[in-house]
């Protein structure tokens, strides 16, 4: 079977497109050739820092003739229908098509299409153009006077079709100006020369012979290896970065690998600083010592050519680029470091963090307030939370910062604690922003705890207050991992956090900051307050509640404040988001989210440990025999008193009189959901949730029992009410442990 | 004219004005109009007319001239030995971009002394983009052996208007590049005649005592009120030039905009003192964003002026 090989020669395609370009190429043109009616056996793709590259394995030489027999209208039918049925089968009149008879519908006509198989250099000469036209770059461009885009400018075509045997041949196109070909050229510099190539065994031997390795994976290979070794031979490591080595990879078609110093002054400087510099700058890796873990004051960089000095001008030239680029980042950092970070907050003044939501100092503030009073819950000294929170954001000024944004947090534990703040301080000043996503740590120091979940809580509250929340796929200001890294911290450090009181406190300062900032107009224009005079009068009460609550009272959310209306709603809405990001959780740890629907149904529940171990309780309930059971005796009797309470109109409340219990049956459930109030009360003040379901369990058997030897809609008018009441109270009590309704099964 | 034949004190690895002028002989030889320097304050070459307008509309152009640039910003009154609010940059503009430029360019780099077999020259992804000029393009930066020197961009968009044909543009950094073929760790050591002993003639010579004045000029003495004035101005009299434009075409009904050039260099003057302003921290961040789209909005307009004039290539 024939073989196919594409290259497309371009000048440098940036090094983070190549390997999903590759990719591309490979599923248009796969897909091309397939829907021509083509199979093949297997494809790959290749990319270099000049070209993209496809071989497809096994394709035939050409395309199976097809027969399809099209069912038309009756003969007489409509012009119309006719019309189509010719148009739709490609049919030139009605005379080319046949008459066939059926039994039950009589003459009607029949296309017959017929198409001769294609040549496969056909079908992909056609397809070409267009992919190539049509290529999903992120970033495209034209360039001289063609109108053709590509990455950067595309330079030649190669495009040869054949089995392995034979000499194969060249699939002619044109594109923009380019005609397919068979020629191809080596590395820029080490092997510029052009030459023909067959298929890909010889294309490949070809490139490497003229200075080039065509698979990105073996030049990351030979990278990583080669700088592994040459750390090997200095006695130092590698330290590797998978990133960095993709990148490298994607800026060189021959990689050799140098090592260059520099002045070991610089190892004053954080590790990390040293890294990034080196990374970011100059794409080269760091080299540290195995024993100690400390960066050394060598590094490795990759050139794409073989120097004929044996490299020592790359090397020289390399270091003084790092030389000066980490001069710039000492001269940052000594700076930073003589730079009290308490001095920083004015500035923190002039950042806008949200048009609509005031400075980063207010935030600040409202870090400081909520900080303190979450120190309660985590276990932390107020006065470190409230310290940590007043200097968590004050690196986002620092030179070493503005140079390095993702070291925000890293930077201010650095400076905290070379300017004598306490470890645990420093180490919240980098913590409060984690965890950052699913792999990230999650934090369990109690002050870096109480300002991680102030930083969470303040942007959600914030963000829901000015309807800012996300949609689909965007969520700019990272809401949804906001809300997991708050499900994060309260589950995997077990807090007792009433969650719902800490976002109305943190609402209520976003608010007050809202209205200093903007002024109380400001208030009226929120997306939530409404518009119309209930509005202007709502937003006069808020404004005035919020300049109350500012002082003690806000500062304490166990001193409770009752919610108003209109926060009621927002915040069940955010709740509602929450809860949302928790089933995603608890599904993945296997608890079922209708579990979690039933816990959060009773209403109230602000303590997301305790909506877990409770759903988790009764996922153990649902998962016995004697659970299973009760299940089917809630829903029998919820089913009874749906019916019966839309018959009737209304419900079956108060207590069922024992005097009207005639049958041991009832009597007996009667007792046993009395026994069982009693006994449930206590658990569940107590949070033993375990124990509140097995209790509960022990409804099963009178239940059942009561189902067998009972007729609920007696007679006796009274005798039946007695019963719907008794019905009510086991819905009732059942209810105490978790919303059953919302149990699917 | 090859290296070996040049005097020493021409030699592009000892001389800076050896280097810029091997550069100009260079391009010369590659049939560039060598321009000289816009007669204004801008802050790259890219903002000269030679650029900026003549990359628009279909007719050809070939140009290459060196282009004192002004960053106020980028100040550091002398003291830091690669940081410069004044310094000069290389340019080349070739419209349409040719299909060998990279080849051009990695030839322009072998004739002032970097010899690729040595020097690791690599085109790392940089896409260009100018907001005052609401323009972009597609490029790279052009390294050796780690080093930025050059910025190499096909022009896709200029004031606001597709470029067709493409022009690609070339942007040397001479101090950098002087710095590393002269093998100096501070800008003002550079050669700058290339002459030895008391003939020569340093960098600092020329420049540096002019760094340490504008340096003081742009951060602490330059007269905000005068500046936030006279952006105004510079707004108003392009705005107006361009409406005199319109009229004279008007009038003389052959389609043809009359005053385009002139306005375009009111552009300028408004950008310049924006950075000025810029400099002197009196302008916030949200206002920053609205001054930059001000200039941008000249700019456009002077584009689509410019594209009815005969240099834009309305006939």
Redesign the interface.
Known sequence: MPDLLIELFS??I???MQRRAAEDLKKLVTNAVVEAGLTYEGAKAFAT?RRLALHVAGLPAASAATREERKGPRVGAPEKALEGFLRGAGLASIDDAQVQNDPKKGDFYVAVIEKDGRPATDIIAEAMPTIISNFPWP???????GSLKW???L?SIVCTFGPETEEPEIVHFEVGGIKSGNVTRGHR?LAPQSFEVRRLEDYMAKLEAHKVVLDADRRKDIILHDAQNAALALGLELVEDEGLLEEVAG?NEWPTVLIGAYDEAFLALPDEVIKLTIKEN???FVLRDPATGKLSNKFA?T???E???GG???I???E???A?RLSDAKFFWEGDLKTKLESNLPKLD???FHEKLGTVGQRVQRLERLATELASVTGAAPADAQRAAKLAKTDLVSASVFEFTELQGLIGRYLATAQGETPAIAAAIEDHYKPAGAADEVPSAPVSIAVALADKVDVLAGFWAINEKPTGSKDPFALRRAALGIIRIVLENDLRLPLRDVLVQALRRNLADVATARGEDALKGLPFIGKGEAGEDLVSGLFSFVNGCAGKVLDSFSEKVPETALERGLIDDLMGFIAERLKVVMKDKGIRHDLIDAVFALGDQSDLALVVKRAEALGALLGSEDGENLLAGYKRAANILRAEEKKEGTSFGGEPQSALLIEPAEVALFEAICGLEAQVAPLLVANDYNGAMSALAQLRAPVDKFFVDIHVNAEDAKVRENRLKLLTRIRHTMHQVADFSKIAG | MSRDTVPAHMDPTKSFQGLLLTLQQFWADKGCAILQPYDMEVGAGTFHPGTTLRSLGPRPWKAAYVQPCRRPTDGRYGENPNRLQHYYQFQVILKPSPENLQELYLESLRAIGIDTGVHDVRFVEDDWESPTLGAWGLGWECWCDGMEVSQFTYFQQVAGFECKPVSGELTYGLERLAMYVQGVDNVYDLNFNGREGDEKISYGDVFHQAEQEFSRHNFEYADTEMLFRHFKDHEDECKRLLAFSEQAKEEAGDGLQKVVLPAYDQVNKASHVFNLLDARGVISVTERQSYILRVRELAKACGAAFLETKWGGKE
């Not at chain 1, 970033?139 to 006077?145: A, F, V």
């Open positions: 000048e440098e940036p090094a983070r820092p970033k495209s461009q034209r360039w001289g006077t990455v950067r400018p330079h510099f800026l100059q794409k080269n960089l050139t794409n050519i120097a004929t000095d020592a001008v790359i020289a030239g390399n003084k680029v790092v000066a002039s950042i806008i």
